[in-house]
């Protein structure tokens, strides 16, 4: 195979690759949508906001779960020795299905089925830092 034509494969996965993350990071105004339908009862996201019976979610991407400083609630002991981080990833599968990555959350939300509506919430999410 010539340098050129596995140049060529090469780019051509890259921007597979980035147009793949480019997807997955969600449309952010959506997922303020979703935030406010599906989460806003029990969660606030604005900086500073008291929480309500869950944490304020504001700045959670990229921070360890159950360890939030200002959440006066108490956490579950599952949730504060799941030793997570709530990246994207992680996000996504708890949003999903939260008592099959956290068996004993006290979150009773159902979970997000619908992928589109995880990736958006998440780009909303990310966007509170």
């Known amino acids: 195979m010539k340098i050129t034509t596995i140049l060529a494969f090469g780019a051509a996965a890259a921007f597979a690759l980035a147009s793949q993350?480019?997807?997955?990071?969600?449309?952010?105004?959506?997922?303020?949508?979703?935030?406010?339908?599906?989460?806003?009862?029990?969660?606030?996201?604005?900086?500073?906001?008291?929480?309500?019976?869950?944490?304020?979610l504001f700045g959670i991407v990229g921070h360890a779960a159950g360890k939030s400083p200002s959440y006066t609630g108490k956490y579950t002991e599952d949730m504060m020795k799941a030793g997570l981080t709530w990246d994207e990833a992680t996000l996504d599968k708890y949003l999903e299905e939260p008592k099959k990555l956290v068996p004993?959350?006290?979150?009773?939300?159902?979970?997000?089925?619908?992928?589109?509506?995880?990736?958006?919430?998440?780009?909303?999410?990310?966007?509170?830092?």
Not at 23 to 37: I, L, P, R
Not at 46 to 55: C, E, H, I, L, R
């Open 104 to 129: 004993k959350t006290k979150m009773t939300f159902p979970g997000l089925k619908d992928v589109k509506d995880r990736e958006n919430l998440i780009a909303y999410m990310n966007t509170m830092k």
């Open 21 to 56: 993350s480019a997807q997955a990071a969600g449309d952010a105004a959506a997922g303020a949508q979703v935030f406010k339908t599906k989460c806003f009862v029990c969660h606030t996201i604005d900086k500073g906001a008291a929480a309500k019976v869950g944490p304020n």
